[in-house]
């Protein structure tokens, strides 16, 4: 029975050796191949992925600057920097149909009670000064207007007589709103100084 026990211990050492033996001669390892897919009757098979469809490790940006290095060409505003918004939007409707009422101007008072339609223009420039161009029925004028302070703008003309004598001078103040713009006309006459009331012209369109 010892004899026995001590074959079989050998008897397993010399299957261990074998094995190792048999590594150490360079046994090729099996290939390892993918399974197979296989189709499930009733159900499709599973699609490829197109590597080309993959996400890259960081996103192109839409605004990024091409390979070329060109960068897109951005809008570049003509009007002033320091324009308020209503300015800014009388700028833009220019030239449009206002609504408003003409001033008569005496030196016992004023009354702007007469509607009128007129085509404007506001043409503003880097110098702060605004071109103003306007004209209605049977009239037309050109004002060159000075920036007084913000969303303000100022003009002035002297007046004259018949005969070509100095009698005074016309005011002319402008603010823009919204809608369009109130305009407020003074005159001084003969040493009399006479304001108009506030006119509101709103706007009736556009003429582009």
């Known amino acids: 029975m010892r004899m026995r026990g001590r074959v079989m211990v050998l008897g397993g050492m010399c299957v261990v050796g074998l094995a190792l033996?048999?590594?150490?001669a360079g046994v090729p390892t099996p290939e390892i191949t993918e399974p197979p897919v296989l189709a499930i009757e009733g159900l499709p098979l599973p699609p490829t992925i197109d590597p080309s469809l993959l996400p890259t490790a960081q996103a192109e940006r839409a605004d990024a600057p091409s390979a070329t290095g060109a960068t897109p060409t951005a809008a570049v505003s003509t009007l002033p920097y320091n324009l308020t918004g209503?300015?800014?939007?009388?700028?833009?409707?220019?030239?449009?149909?206002?609504?408003?009422?003409?001033?008569?101007?005496?030196?016992?008072?004023?009354?702007?009670?007469?509607?009128?339609?007129?085509?404007i223009t506001f043409d503003f420039t880097v110098q702060d000064k605004l071109v103003f161009e306007f004209g209605g029925e049977g009239y037309s004028g050109k004002w060159d207007l000075s920036r007084l302070g913000v969303n303000h703008w100022g003009y002035s003309v002297p007046l004259f007589t018949e005969d070509g004598s100095f009698s005074g001078k016309q005011l002319a103040l402008m603010t823009f709103t919204d809608t369009g713009f109130v305009r407020t006309l003074s005159a001084e006459l003969n040493g009399t100084f006479v304001t108009c009331p506030d006119v509101f012209f709103r706007r009736v369109a556009s003429s582009d």
């Open 86 to 119: 209503y300015e800014i939007i009388a700028a833009n409707t220019s030239p449009g149909i206002y609504s408003g009422y003409s001033c008569v101007i005496a030196e016992i008072g004023c009354a702007c009670e007469t509607p009128i339609f007129e085509q």
């Open 21 to 24: 033996l048999m590594g150490c």
